[in-house]
């Protein structure tokens, strides 16, 4: 089993940048894909990025390729999203999420949900 906490969210202007930390507890954190997906208010929650077991891979949605970076470190049991040239429309309530067997995009195959941070971006 896998407990998250993300933390790091907070108010920015467009253009700024954050840097979002999920913290997960587990001797296996090793053994899962994560991923972070956001969601705002009256949306459905949506993927943003996910990353291997290993770390040697990574995607991204669309919307953010180019600006945000997701990277994990196994030893301290923490993945990061870093957030570049943010937009308004990036605010959302960000969460984090593990999954043993799956990599990909559907929310309903990841395992394991974090409380979530909230990101607002002003214009």
């Known amino acids: 089993q896998v407990q998250l906490v993300e933390s790091g969210g907070g108010l920015v202007q467009a253009g700024g940048s954050l840097r979002l930390s999920c913290a997960a507890s587990?001797?296996?954190?090793?053994?899962?894909?994560l991923g972070w997906f956001r969601q705002a208010p009256g949306k459905e929650r949506e993927f943003v990025a996910r990353?291997?077991?290993?770390?040697?891979?990574?995607d991204y949605a669309d919307s953010v390729k180019g600006r945000f970076t997701i990277s994990r470190d196994n030893a301290k049991n923490v993945v990061y999203l870093q957030m570049n040239s943010l937009k308004p429309e990036d605010t959302a309530v960000y969460y984090c999420?593990?999954?043993?067997?799956?990599?990909?995009?559907?929310?309903?195959?990841?395992?394991?949900w974090g409380q979530g941070t909230q990101v607002t971006v002003s214009s």
């Open positions: 587990g001797r296996t954190f090793s053994s899962y894909a």
């Open positions: 990353i291997t077991w290993s770390g040697g891979n990574a």
């Open positions: 999420a593990a999954a043993r067997t799956y990599y990909g995009e559907q929310v309903s195959r990841y395992e394991y």
